[in-house]
């Protein structure tokens, strides 16, 4: 089959090469992948900076959630059948959508919402399940709550917009003038153009912050909550909560511990919970977006599709961190 690989860590362009179409185990389905998104995930990948929470051996497929077709199911898969069109983030030892055919066990996926297109439903399961885990398992955001999502143009801003809108929210969020029509017709209630205005001097009280930015954006975050609020963020450092979480080892708990001190210690200035989520594969959850999806109350942002060849030049611009919404690769 072919697939957008990488051979070592590093900035390196991907390469177009043969790799042999997965063999599939019994939980697992074969998927023919009709659409993938392209994610930050995925050049954080390439550059070996996620290297610490996953290992992956090479030559690597990239990618990391799609939309596609079952072609063959496992001998012990019991929710999906032949020419089912389905979902899914992958497993992180499993990635590699960046591909004609991916093996994927059946409990990552979920049958794709009937409304949309495989351009469409592949724009979905990666900032999908962040939102929904950051918002709802996090967070655990209230209506009638205030919450600040941090980049509310990007990817996982989009959706979690929407999300947080659906969960009856107050929503603020930053983004440049570019930016600004598309999170207000998505629902934002305050818009800050982060390029002239000081959200941490505008917004105060807020129960809930949702950091996808990290640094020292994360660190003023803290400024705008209530105390007893919370802070979740995909993007800043892991701290030894987390580590333990995540069953990361004595070793890298500390470690993380050591490099998150400077949060843990706004964490108690503020009276405030700071949690770092590395999102997690979830059928079940892709199937509760999916009705979202289908009932209308959650709608696709789609910024730009570029076709299989062009995989490269969709990284680049993914890259370029201006995006508004999704970039997608059509590869059927
Ligand atoms: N830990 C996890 O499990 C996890 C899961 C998902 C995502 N993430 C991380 O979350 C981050 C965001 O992902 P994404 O897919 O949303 O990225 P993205 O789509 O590439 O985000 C691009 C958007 O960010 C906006 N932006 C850039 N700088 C900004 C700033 N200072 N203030 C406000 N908006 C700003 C840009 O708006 P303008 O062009 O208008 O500036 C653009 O619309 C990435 O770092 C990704 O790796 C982590």
Redesign the pocket.
Known sequence: MRAMVIDRYGKVPMRLAEMPTPEIGDYEVLAEIHAASI???DF?IRDGKVKLLVKYKMPLILGNDFSGVVAKVGAKVTRFKVGDEIYARPRKSKIGTFAEYIAIHEDDIALKPKNLSFEEAASIP??GL?SYQALTDILQLQKGQKILI??G?????TFAIQLAKLMGATVAT???E??ANLVKYLGANEIIN?KTEKFEEILKNYDAVFD??GGE?LEKSFEVIKSGGKIVS??GLPNARFGKEYGSGFFKTLLFSAASHKLTALEKKHNVQYTF???KPSGEQLRIIANFIETGKIKPVIDKVFTFNDAQKAMEY?ES????GKIILKIK
Request: glycine share 16%.
């Open positions: 994610n930050p995930v954080k990666l900032v962040t941090q980049a143009a990007g990817g996982v801003g930053t983004a440049s570019a930016g982060y996808t930015l954006i995909v993007s989520l590395f999102m993914a961190g201006r995006a508004k």
